[in-house]
């Protein structure tokens, strides 16, 4: 505890100068695979083995992006001072981060199209109008360089659910919305450890 309220106190006092030497250390990047594995395993385990919720294919193309984010942590927190690692590490966060923030956003779409087509349906009104169809998705994903996910992971990566057709909810927010909120965290952080490198290392020529 008294760490964390040095770091805080630290980064509080000296916020570039704290970053640049925590960018350097291998339990930050462990924290953030730590993060993504969370939400990897909250999925997979409470929403989907828990709650029988059967991911679509907006949710496992989500998931794949937190994959990515996982292995960037573990490949930087390999050696942390290694700047070949830190740049391929970085980039696959970042790749992770920002198709996972732009998945996230599809999802909050079709499932306000989902539920807006059901309160049609339930009040008998035009469903074109209501954008019909809108939340229908593929059973057959694909991924980044043709890689098999579904086929290799079929329990992690083979869509069986209907993109936005879920009721879940937690403080007024569906999933779609924790998603976003998620991957802003990441950016945010990220953004902050990407500055604290790219000064450190123009620190070094100087």
Not at 61 to 80: D, M, N, T, W
Not at 131 to 142: H, L, N, V
């Amino acid at each position: 505890m008294e760490l964390i309220k040095q770091g805080f106190s630290d980064l509080k006092a000296s916020p570039m100068d704290t970053l640049m030497l925590w960018q350097r250390q291998r339990w930050i990047w462990l924290l953030m695979s730590s993060a993504a594995a969370f939400l990897i395993l909250s999925a997979m385990f409470y929403f989907q083995w828990f709650l029988e919720m059967d991911p679509c294919e907006i949710c496992v193309y989500i998931r794949f992006s937190q994959f990515c984010i996982f292995f960037a942590g573990l490949l930087i927190a390999i050696k942390p001072d290694n700047q070949i690692l830190k740049a391929l590490g970085l980039l696959l966060a970042w790749y992770g981060v920002v198709r996972g923030m732009a998945w996230s956003i599809e999802l909050q779409q079709l499932h306000i199209t989902a539920h807006a087509l059901a309160d049609a349906i339930s009040q008998g009104g035009d469903l074109f109008a209501a954008g019909g169809g809108g939340a229908a998705c593929s059973t057959e994903p694909t991924f980044p360089l043709g890689l098999p996910l579904n086929e290799w992971f079929p329990y992690e990566f083979q869509p069986s659910g209907i993109c936005g057709e879920d009721d879940w909810s937690l403080l007024g927010m569906n999933m779609a919305d924790y998603c976003v909120i998620a991957y802003s965290v990441f950016m945010v952080a990220l953004a902050s450890v990407s500055v604290a490198w790219i000064k450190s290392i123009i620190k070094k020529q100087q």
